[in-house]
């Protein structure tokens, strides 16, 4: 009995001794609560809609009054009046809005002379849940859709919502495989680059490096290239098997530039998370440390990133946080680059954030790394 309890005082003293296991142990649950719950609400809100009116006539007005009683009602749109349907279409493809309702010349006088009037409903069906959603709000306020006009016979009655698709059709399974290359990304950043280090300083061996001229440059630059080398090589793997198990043959779409495109996305993502890891893991001592920060880190970057859920949807402070999430960036850059065909200058805005978030997290990284006892 003594023996056993000595063996259980040690456990404990260790663990205590670990502050930053502590804390974790008790906020983890926490977070995760609040940032799942937040993720997951549901229903969807504040899908961004945009709305192209050609026609300016009063029954084209009795459709934004739909609309916008949808937007104050149950919240699931957000609506963007644009003149320019050209411009108003840039946006979807470029992410901007997740849907775009074009109410054509003439509409009014279709629906006062019952002659089936239309209203063009251009879907992003890349993200097949916003989509879906945003296709059955604006249709479910169709019947509603009524007018004062004396009938002398029966026409035909109703206004009709066709929904185009810009893209071919993306599977919910096929929707998530930007997410998952991320999260391989993740996995592999959290599993090579500090974490040598880190099992190095755990099992002694870092004071050799004492008796070395290696700089925290030498030793962080080196660690860092071959964490980039094994996770660049999974990630594509990875991309290679999700696409064959969800029925997409990527080497029949892909193109040379859009293979290259790919390739910066997962290296830029990759660095970013590789000097991100060193930043927070760059003084840990021990491998339970890392063990307990993946769960948390993984929540904290990969749920708000719109892997999963789409990022309007989201509470604002979690919207806020998505921004400055790397992931967030290289999901969109991915499903771009994969589904939309999208080019450099449409990813331009993604890259540039994660090639500016690659060199400020390795540059930090290295700065603050530990090289002493």
């Known amino acids: 009995m003594h023996r056993f309890l ?3 005082e040690r456990d404990l003293r260790k663990f205590m001794r670990n502050p930053i296991v502590v804390m974790m142990s008790i906020l983890m649950p926490i977070i995760y609560l609040v940032i799942l719950g937040s993720s997951f609400q ?5 899908l961004p809609l945009a709305v192209v009116d050609m026609d300016s006539g009063p029954h084209a007005r009795r459709v934004m009054e739909l609309l916008h009683s949808i937007e104050h009602g149950p919240g699931t749109i957000a609506i963007h009046k644009i003149a320019n349907q050209g411009a108003a279409i840039d946006g979807l493809r470029d992410g901007v809005y997740k849907g775009v309702l074009v109410v054509p010349h003439g509409f009014s006088r279709d629906v006062i002379r019952k002659t089936g009037a239309n209203i063009g409903l251009f879907l992003d069906n890349t993200e097949s849940i916003s989509a879906k ?6 249709a479910s306020a169709m019947p509603d859709f009524k007018t004062d006009i004396v009938r002398i016979r029966r026409p035909r009655e109703g206004v009709a919502l066709r929904a185009v698709e810009l893209y071919r059709r993306i599977d919910y ?7 998952v290359v991320i999260m391989a990304i993740f996995l592999g950043a959290m599993t090579t680059g500090v974490f040598n280090v880190v099992m190095d300083r755990f099992l002694g061996t870092e004071e050799s490096y004492f008796l070395t001229p290696l700089t925290k440059m030498d030793i962080v630059g080196g660690l860092v290239a071959s964490g980039l080398f094994i996770t660049t090589v999974i990630a594509l793997l990875v991309l290679t098997l999700s696409t064959l198990i969800s029925g997409i043959y990527i080497w ?9 495109l790919i390739l910066l996305i997962i290296i830029l993502s990759t660095l ?7 930043l927070i893991l760059g003084r840990v001592n021990h491998p339970r440390i890392v063990g307990v920060l993946s769960g ?3 929540v904290i970057f990969f749920f708000p990133s719109g892997a999963i859920y789409p990022v309007d949807s989201f509470p604002d402070w979690l919207r806020w946080f998505a ?13 771009s680059a994969l589904f939309k065909g999208a080019g450099i200058m449409a990813l331009k805005d993604d890259i540039i954030f994660l090639a500016v978030f690659a060199l400020v997290a390795v540059t930090l990284g290295t700065a603050t790394f530990k090289r002493t006892l």
């Open 6 to 8: 000595a063996v259980c």
């Open 42 to 46: 549901g229903e969807l809100k504040r």
């Open 133 to 138: 959603v945003l296709e059955a709000a604006i």
């Open 173 to 179: 399974d096929q929707s998530l495989i930007p997410g």
């Open 252 to 260: 029949r779409q892909i193109t040379s530039g859009s293979f290259g």
């Open 272 to 278: 970013g998370l590789q000097g991100l890891m060193f």
């Open 296 to 298: 948390f880190l993984n």
């Open 323 to 335: 921004m400055v999430n790397p992931e967030m960036y290289s999901v969109h850059a991915l499903r």
